[in-house]
C-alpha cells in the first residue's frame, strides 16, 4: 500500500534545553515567527501552520554516536527566498556549515545553539529534475553562491530589490534526514509500513522516500554508524516528526498497512503514533485533532 500520496511533513518537534536561546535564534537567524509561546513550549512557523516546536527541558543533553536528528529542511518558495535568506545569515554572521546543489534543489546547511541540523533550501521544477532508469537522480554538487546571492534582490515578477523579512508565506517543512542503525530495515519500515516509496539510495548508506513522487520526504543514513542505539529518553534533539494526511481514511490506511507489516503503533481518534526501527518517533495525522 503507498500512502496517501498528499502526505507531507508537517512539522517537527525537538527538545532543547534553553527556550529563550532557541527563540532568539530561529526568529533572528532563521526568520521564523513565533505562534505561541509558553513556559516550556515555542511553536513557529511562516505564516501557515506550525513548522517546528520546540520542547524545553534544563536536563536536556547531547548524545553523540545515536540515532535520531541529522537534519531538518525548511523549503522556502523560490530562489530569490533562498538568496535572501542566504544574504541574512552571511549579514548576520551566522556559522554556515555547508551548500549543495542536489540538481533537484540548492541548499544551505547550519545547525541551531543546540547542535540540530537545519537545512534551507528551494526546490527546482518537477518537470526539470534528472530522471534516470525511472529514478530521481540527486547529487551534492558545488552550489553557484555567485549566481544565487545575485538574485537577492529579484522577485518572482522581478520587480525592484525587497529587504530580507523573515521566512516568507508558503514557506513549509519540505523534509526530514534522520540517522539510523540499519538501512534494510528501515527501508522496509518506511515502505511496508508507512507506505512510502523508495526515490533513491545513496551507496548502502542513506536511502530517500516519499510520498507523491516528491524526491524526499524522508532522508535516512548509518552515518553515525551501524547499529548506532537510539538516544536516552529525553535527550536533546528530534522529539517526533508529524506527517500530515488528508483525512481519516488515510491515516486508518497507515495503520492497517503498519499492522499487516508487523510493527507496534498506537491510535487514537485522527492520529497514529509508530517508531522507526531506530527509534525515530513520528505521528501520523490530519491535522485536525490539534
Not at 54 to 77: C, D, E, K, M, N
Not at 162 to 182: E, F, K, N, Q, Y
Not at 232 to 244: C, E, F, S, Y
Amino acid at each position: 500500500m503507498s500512502i496517501d500520496p498528499s502526505a507531507h511533513i508537517d512539522s517537527v518537534h525537538l527538545t532543547i534545553p534553553d527556550l529563550g536561546k532557541s527563540i532568539a535564534f530561529y526568529q533572528d537567524r532563521i526568520g521564523l515567527r513565533l505562534q505561541r509561546h509558553d513556559d516550556t513550549t515555542a511553536a513557529f512557523g511562516a505564516g501557515g501552520p506550525e513548522l517546528l516546536v520546540l520542547h524545553a527541558s534544563s536536563s536536556a543533553q547531547r548524545v553523540h554516536g545515536t540515532t535520531g536528528l541529522y537534519h531538518f529542511a525548511i523549503l522556502v518558495p523560490s530562489r530569490p527566498d533562498l538568496a535572501r535568506a542566504l544574504r541574512h545569515l552571511a549579514q548576520t554572521h551566522t556559522v554556515m556549515q555547508g551548500f549543495a546543489d542536489h540538481l533537484v534543489s540548492e541548499a544551505i546547511y547550519l545547525a541551531d545553539p543546540d547542535g540540530n541540523g537545519i537545512e534551507i533550501y528551494r526546490d527546482r521544477a518537477r518537470a526539470d529534475w534528472p530522471i534516470k532508469n525511472g529514478a530521481v537522480q540527486m547529487a551534492s554538487d558545488p552550489l553557484d553562491l555567485e549566481g544565487l546571492l545575485a538574485d537577492a534582490g529579484a522577485t518572482e515578477a522581478g520587480s525592484e530589490k525587497i529587504d530580507w523579512d523573515g521566512l516568507p508565506d508558503g514557506t513549509t517543512m519540505g523534509h526530514v534526514h534522520l540517522h539510523v542503525a540499519r538501512i534494510p530495515e528501515t527501508e522496509r519500515f518506511y515502505v511496508e509500513g508507512l507506505g512510502l516509496d523508495l526515490m533513491a539510495r545513496f551507496g548502502a548508506t542513506a536511502s530517500f522516500l516519499s510520498a507523491g513522487g516528491y524526491h524526499h520526504h524522508v532522508g535516512a543514513n548509518t552515518w553515525a554508524g551501524v547499529d548506532a542505539p537510539p538516544p536516552p529518553p529525553g535527550a536533546l534533539g528530534l522529539k517526533h516528526v508529524v506527517i500530515r494526511v488528508s483525512s481519516t481514511e488515510a491515516v486508518r490506511a497507515v495503520a492497517a498497512s503498519l499492522e499487516r507489516a508487523g510493527f507496534a503503533f498506537e491510535m487514537d481518534d485522527e492520529r497514529v503514533r509508530v517508531a522507526d526501527p531506530a527509534g525515530n518517533r513520528f505521528q501520523v495525522t490530519t491535522g485536525n485533532d490539534r
